[in-house]
């Protein structure tokens, strides 16, 4: 898997992901984004990892699901504390 920065992320995925940190009292500078893509013939798979101090979820991107959701989920639920 090759690793990319969160700037590589999509313009309106890093818009929303602002927003949605900004609607919990966060900002994006408080969470760490690691995107992962495969290589080769599974080249369309990406696994996004945010963590924050000791908190960390994976959130898979092949199945065409927008990411955001489960991670705006998990603010909800207070997951990243």
């Known amino acids: 898997m090759k690793r990319l920065r969160f700037v590589d992320l999509a313009v309106h995925e890093r818009a929303v992901f ?3 940190c900004a609607r919990f009292g966060f900002a994006p ?6 995107l992962f893509a495969a290589q080769g013939a599974d080249s ?3 696994l996004l ?3 924050r101090g000791s908190w960390t979820r994976s959130y898979q991107l092949d199945n065409g699901r927008f990411w955001i ?3 705006e989920s998990d603010l909800t639920r ?3 504390k």
Do not use: I, P, S
Request: aromatic share 24%; no cysteine.
């Open 18 to 20: 602002k927003l949605v």
């Open 69 to 71: 959701q489960d991670f």
């Open 49 to 51: 990892t945010v963590w």
């Open 44 to 46: 369309n798979k990406r």
């Open 78 to 80: 207070n997951f990243f």
């Open 29 to 34: 500078m408080h969470f760490h984004l690691a």
